[in-house]
């Protein structure tokens, strides 16, 4: 289903064609978008499976940007008792494989001609992983790989790399901390910020607006990770570790996930010579996750979920302790009939808090900024720099020799 890589080599010194990625809104959408891919344009599909969710988006390429024709993201909870067990469950494997074989048949539809998909922590500590995936091969078609945590670090800042370029924010920041969320693993990575292009002032712009231009705006560098970690603890293994408490003592349970956050990183000292930058206030958090968002949309007070408010937002941390302190109050089932979080969300959104929280305590910081993007929009940025180019037509044989006489 994957499209063959090209053989053919880079002329030395040609830049690549600057990609970037044009997003609709991809939370739990599985109808495509009206807009269609034309003939002429190549068609790319990237899928996550995560501990979490199943996540696909399939964009076509034209001149240099991702144009979304469709994108599909349900929560199947792959690894679920995972920690447990030592082993993916027949349940979470039921639950996956019915959304990877709606995923087959969109990519199948869509007539993919490079399909990049990966699974993430589940996959790669559960005893039956491999199984599970070759079983995934034979049911739907696909193959998944198994990405290391280094390189989900990668793909998620590579994701994210048109908010890694804040021009509106003064002092101009000199880094930022990419807080990837996921179910079963937490993504950190450190990235030292170029400084801004003077062509492209945003002083006075809205975050929706802001949010937009970043979305449309190429990225000639891919930025990477100067310092990054990943710990074993997301949504699903901390919301499974710390069970909400039945006496309402919500304050000390949310204590308690921060503290076991606190110990997986507070060793990881790699990073401290970036220190000054946040001491300065001259750094921010970009925070990528269902949780994150999820906070976002609470602060918008957003009646439903909508990405072109939330993907971009700057939120103040005095604000994002609000959302956080709202939500204790509030209950489980209070938080089950918050629009942008509901029953699938409503065990887990204090865990990716509780996440966030613990990094913002040891990272301190005023500024976050949410990012609805992340491994997906990465995927299909990873596979663009790798589109091949249309091969040239021949020249005729009497002009090669006259340009070859020229030439001598």
């Known amino acids: 289903m994957s499209g063959a890589p090209s053989k053919r080599r880079r002329r030395r010194g040609a830049r690549r064609p600057a990609v970037a990625v044009q997003t609709r809104d991809a939370i739990a959408s599985s109808s495509p978008t009206p807009h269609v891919a034309e003939s002429n344009q190549p068609v790319f599909a990237a899928l996550d499976l995560g501990t979490n969710n199943c996540r696909l988006m399939i964009a076509a390429l034209h001149n240099g940007h991702f144009r979304i024709v469709e994108a599909f993201s349900r929560i199947v909870r792959l690894g679920e008792g995972l920690t447990h067990s030592g082993q993916l469950s027949e349940a979470a494997i039921e639950r996956a494989l019915r959304a990877l074989k709606i995923c087959a048949e969109k990519i199948e539809k869509r007539g993919a001609v490079r399909v990049r998909a990966v699974a993430t922590q589940a996959c790669r500590i559960a005893r039956n992983g491999q199984p599970f995936l070759n079983r995934v091969e034979r049911e739907t078609g696909l193959k998944l790989s198994i990405i290391s945590p280094q390189e989900e670090a990668h793909l998620a800042v590579m ?12 002092p101009a920041p000199k880094a930022a ?15 030292e910020i170029d400084a801004p292009r003077a062509d492209l002032p945003l002083h006075g712009v809205s975050a929706q607006k802001s949010a937009q231009m970043n979305a449309l705006r190429a990225v000639r560098r891919p930025p990477r990770p100067r310092y990054w970690i990943s710990m074993p603890v997301g949504v699903v293994t901390l919301a499974e570790r710390f069970p909400e408490p039945a006496d309402g003592a919500f304050q000390d349970w949310f204590e308690a996930m921060v503290a076991a956050v606190t110990r997986e990183i507070q060793d990881f000292t790699a990073p401290e ?14 925070g990528t996750s269902g949780a994150i968002t999820s906070l976002a949309g609470l602060h918008l007070q957003l009646e439903r979920y909508d990405r072109s408010r939330v993907d971009g937002l700057w939120m103040q941390r005095a604000e ?14 209070g938080r089950e009939q918050e629009p942008c979080i509901g029953r699938d969300r409503a065990d887990l959104v204090l865990a990716g808090a509780a996440i966030l929280d613990a990094v913002v305590r040891l990272w301190p910081c005023e500024r976050l900024r949410v990012a609805d993007r992340g491994l997906r929009e990465g995927l299909l940025l990873s596979m663009a720099r790798r589109n091949p180019k249309r091969r040239r037509r021949r020249k005729p044989a009497a002009r090669q020799v006259a340009e070859a006489e020229i030439s001598s």
């Open 273 to 286: 010579p970036l220190r000054p930058h946040f001491d300065a206030g001259a750094a921010y958090i970009i």
């Open 320 to 333: 994002v302790q609000t959302v956080i302190d709202r939500l204790l109050r509030m209950g489980h089932a």
């Open 177 to 191: 901390l990419v807080i990837d969320v996921g179910g079963g693993s937490t993504e950190l990575s450190w990235v």
């Open 159 to 170: 994701g994210c790399a048109s908010l890694l370029e804040p021009h509106e924010l003064q």
